[in-house]
C-alpha cells in the first residue's frame, strides 16, 4: 500500500475511534453537500448512526461559508455538527466561533484545507495526507473509510463510495487511484460490485442501442446526443437490430460500436477513454451501473431534491424509481443545456488564460458547472485554458463555477484557489479543488470577479496546447 494511503488508513481509524466516544448520547446535525457525493457521503453517515440510534438531522446545502459558521456558533445550548463535503475551508472560523463555544465538530472532506490542533474539532481529509483530494477520494470515500471502523456491518454498502468518486469524476482513464482504487478493490473482494470492459454510457439497459446515444449527456456525443437521427444511423449501419440495448450487444459489438461513434465523432483517439472503460455494476443488481447511478443521485440535487437521492441510496424503492425519472429529465435538460452551449460558442469572451462564458438566465446555475465539464469532456471546447462560467442565481447574485483540466492543473493552474481570491476581493464566497471550484459573488461585482481571475491565474504556459 502506498505510503499516503496507509497514513490516511490509519488517521481514519483514529477519527474513528475518537468520534464513537463523542457520538455517545448526543444528537448530530449533518451539513452536506447535495450533490451525488454529498449525498453518498450523508447516505453512509446516516447508516451509521441509524445503525447505532443516535439521532440525527441532515440538511443538504452548498457549502457554509464563514458568515453561516459564525451564526451556528452562536447557538446556546451545546451541539454536535458535521460537515460532509465541505468544512475545511473554514476551519479558522469553526476554531475560533464554534468550537470555541463549547460545539463539537466533524469534518470529512476532501476539500483543501488546514490542518488543526482543536481537540472539539475532528477532521480527516486526504491533502493532510499528501493525497489529491481531486482524483484519490471524495468525501463518500473519507466518510466510508470512517464508519467501516466503527460498524463492520457497513462494509457491504462500499458501494456508495465508488458512487460518490464516480460523481465527482475521481475515475481518471487508467482507472481509480488513491484511496479509490483501494475501495474498489475492497468493494470487489467483498463480492458487492462487479465490473466488466464496455462503454461509459449511463443508459446501458432498457433502452435501445440508439436511444442510449440519443440521450447521452455524460457523456456528450457532439452531433449525436440529442439527434434522433444521428443515433439511429449509427447502430443501424453495423446491423444492430433496433431493439438491443446495450448490454445486450456483448462486449465485441460494443467494441464495434464504439469504433464506429468514434469515426463519426473525428475528435481523435482521446475521445477513446471517455467512451470505453470500466462499468461497475452491483452484484444484486437493485440499482443500475454506478456510473448512471451517481448523475441520477446529481439529477435528484439539479431539482432540488436530493432528499430522494439520500432515501434511495438508502434502499427506498420508491425513492429509486422517482429518482430515475429525475435524471430522464435531468438529460432532457443537459441537451438544451449543451445545445445552448453550441449554439452560443462563438460569443465567449476568450483572453489568453481563460474563457468565459456568460449564461446569464439562459441555463440555471445548479446545472452550469456540469456544462462546463462536459464542454471540455466532449472537446466542444478546447482544453487549453480554465473555463469559467457566470449564472445569475437570485436577485442580486452570480454563481460562479470553474473547471480546468488535469492538464491545465499539472502547469500550476489551481481554480479552487482563484475562485476563493477572487471571491473574497469581491466581497463573496468560493474554493474548491485544483480542477474543480466554485464562488458566489454580488451581481454587481461580476465584472470586477472577471479582473481578479484574470489577475490570480497564472500566465499561460503553452500557446494552445492539449487537455
Ligand atoms: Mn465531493
Known sequence: ??????????????????????????????????????????????????????????????????????????????????????????????????????????ILDHHPGQPTQDPRLLCLNPHLMGLNGAKEACASTVVY????????????????????????????????????????????????????????????????????LRISVRPYLPGISGNSLASAEIPEKLGIPPSSSLEELGEEGERRLCEALLERLGLGEEMRDVLWGTVYRLKDRSLPNLRKWAVALDASDTYKRPEIGFAANLGDEEAREECLLLLQGYQRRMLENMAWFSRNLPRFEVTPKARYVRVGREVPPSEMGEMLSLALESRL???????????????????????????????????????????????????????????????????????????????????????
Open 145 to 212: 473509510s470512517v464508519v467501516e471502523k466503527m460498524e463492520r456491518r457497513l462494509r457491504k454498502e462500499v458501494w456508495l463510495a465508488l458512487v460518490g468518486a464516480l460523481g465527482d469524476r475521481q475515475e481518471l482513464p487508467e482507472g481509480f487511484t488513491g484511496v479509490n482504487a483501494l475501495l474498489l478493490r475492497l468493494a470487489l473482494e467483498e463480492g458487492v460490485v462487479e465490473k466488466k470492459e464496455g462503454m461509459k454510457l449511463l443508459d446501458r439497459e432498457g433502452v435501445p442501442a440508439s436511444e442510449c
Open 1 to 106: 500500500m502506498r505510503e499516503e494511503v496507509a497514513a490516511f488508513e490509519k488517521k481514519a481509524g483514529e477519527v474513528a475511534s475518537l468520534l464513537r466516544e463523542k457520538l455517545e448520547d448526543r444528537t448530530v446535525e449533518i451539513f452536506t453537500h447535495a450533490d451525488a457525493d454529498g449525498i453518498s457521503a450523508s447516505s453512509l453517515f446516516a447508516m451509521y448512526l441509524y445503525l447505532r440510534g443516535i439521532p440525527f438531522r441532515v440538511k443538504f446545502t452548498r457549502p457554509y461559508g464563514s458568515k453561516e459558521m459564525v451564526e451556528l456558533g452562536k447557538s446556546e445550548e451545546e451541539r454536535f455538527f458535521v460537515f460532509l463535503d465541505q468544512g475545511s475551508r473554514e476551519i479558522p472560523t469553526l476554531e475560533r466561533a464554534v468550537t470555541n463555544r463549547g460545539h463539537e465538530v466533524l
Open 381 to 467: 471546447v478546447e482544453g487549453d485554458r480554465p473555463l469559467i462560467g457566470l449564472a445569475e442565481s437570485g436577485e442580486d447574485e452570480v454563481k460562479v463555477s470553474g473547471r480546468a483540466t488535469f492538464y491545465l492543473t499539472s502547469l500550476g493552474i489551481n481554480i479552487g484557489r482563484v475562485m476563493n481570491e477572487a471571491a473574497r476581493a469581491v466581497g463573496g464566497e468560493g474554493g474548491g479543488h485544483d480542477v474543480s471550484g466554485a464562488a458566489y459573488i454580488p451581481k454587481d461585482m461580476a465584472e470586477s470577479f472577471v479582473r481578479e481571475v484574470e489577475r490570480c491565474l497564472p500566465q499561460p504556459v503553452l500557446p494552445g496546447g492539449r487537455r
